[in-house]
Nanobody
Framework: QVQLVESGGGLVQAGGSLRLSCAASGSISTFNAMGWYRQAPGKQRELVARITSSGSTYHVDSVKGRFTISRDNAKNTVDLQMSSLKPEDTAVYYC????????????WGQGTQVTVSS
């Protein structure tokens, strides 16, 4: 079992910045992947950015140049630095943990709301 706890959401004006953090605990596997996903009202949950235990990253096109994912393996944490936020970034953001790179997340955090006002 892996537990994920997110923090850092909130309300920000368009153009502003927020930093999300996720702390993982429990049975952490060696070659895992962690990512940030988001779900806007009426839409499906989608991948925002992902990072492997070796540090390889992937960001979806809509956030490239604005969001940066990073992790600290010693602390089992993953952060998402979000800048130049847009109203369309408004969503509940979830941290996801995959037991192996290439697999979909098996564990999810509780979610944190990010609201960007215009």
């Amino acid at each position: 079992q892996v537990q994920l706890v997110e923090s850092g959401g909130g309300l920000v004006q368009a153009g502003g910045s927020l930093r999300l953090s996720c702390a993982a605990s429990g049975s952490i596997s060696t070659f895992n992947a962690m990512g940030w996903y988001r779900q806007a009202p009426g839409k499906q949950r989608e991948l925002v950015a992902r990072i492997t235990s070796s540090g390889s990253t992937y960001h979806v096109d809509s956030v490239k140049g604005r969001f940066t994912i990073s992790r600290d393996n010693a602390k089992n944490t993953v952060d998402l630095q979000m800048s130049s936020l847009k109203p369309e970034d408004t969503a509940v953001y979830y941290c996801g943990y995959s037991v192996r790179v290439g697999l979909n997340p098996s564990y999810w955090g509780q979610g944190t709301q990010v609201t960007v006002s215009s």
